[in-house]
């Protein structure tokens, strides 16, 4: 399984664009990059999912590279709110045998 | 839909009890699994499963047992419950899906908060 390595912390101001980096040096060439967010005493919630290139929905943007051996989050514009842990996956689900693994995630402080 | 419930939302138990954690989601998924959650730490997968009849153990598997006869359902056994066990416990679920490409979306329960004294 890819491990992955990120932030254990980083702060922001509100207003401010964040990118919060993940490596995968071991990434698979079948692995997806994903990323959730957690609140705290909430589960974690689906933020954005990526194979190659970049991806972008409603909520961030996605950059992974040509070798896939990091990916970076994008959050446009942060609010107070995006205060939060972020979690970055990378592996394959069961249809292709494999499993989800967490790692320590980014805890990201959002300030006035 | 209701999602994924999980119940009960918190439990104290005593060292050598047992007791099972419920997860059940309402959405028709196929891939469910169970992750504990320390304080300050992130999530460690215990079990999880990729349909009815079929399981597979995760990182943290020691001392929890799962069974999934249902599609709807994915409780969680703690055969004899230990201090180190006291943690945040989360359910997830997932779709199966096909084509490319997929999604690796969670659907994430509220969590149990299990303390083991």
């Known amino acids: 399984l890819a491990k992955t390595t990120q932030p254990i912390s980083m702060d922001s101001y509100e207003g401010q664009e964040v990118n919060i980096t993940c490596s995968h040096n071991?990434?698979?060439?079948?692995?997806?990059i994903t990323w959730y967010q957690q609140f705290p005493s909430q589960g974690p919630r689906f933020i954005i999912q990526?194979?190659?290139t970049k991806v972008t929905n409603e909520v961030a943007s996605l950059f992974i590279p040509a070798d896939r051996k990091s990916s970076t989050l994008s959050l446009p514009r942060v609010s107070l709110s995006d205060t939060a842990v972020y979690y970055c996956?990378?592996?394959?689900?069961?249809?292709?045998?494999?499993?989800?693994?967490f790692g320590q995630g980014t805890e990201l402080s959002v300030k006035p | 839909n209701a999602g994924v419930t999980q119940t009960p939302k918190f439990q104290v138990l005593k060292t050598g009890q047992s007791m099972t954690l419920q997860c059940a989601q309402d959405?028709?998924?196929?891939?469910m699994s169970w992750y504990r959650q320390d304080p300050g730490m992130g999530l460690r997968l215990i079990h999880y499963?990729?349909?009815?009849?079929?399981?597979d153990q995760g990182e943290v598997p020691n001392g929890y047992n799962v069974s999934r006869s249902t599609t709807e359902d994915f409780p969680l056994r703690l055969l004899s419950a230990a201090p180190s066990q006291t943690s945040v416990y989360f359910c997830?679920?997932?779709?199966?899906?096909?084509?490319?490409?997929?999604?690796?979306?969670?659907?994430f329960g509220p969590g149990t908060r299990l303390t083991v004294t």
């Open positions: 996956l990378v592996g394959r689900l069961y249809n292709q045998g494999g499993k989800l693994i």
């Open positions: 997830a679920s997932s779709p199966r899906t096909g084509g490319f490409p997929r999604s690796y979306e969670q659907y």
């Open positions: 959405m028709n998924h196929e891939y």
């Open positions: 071991n990434i698979a060439t079948n692995d997806y």
């Open positions: 499963s990729v349909g009815a009849g079929i399981t």
């Open positions: 990526g194979y190659k």
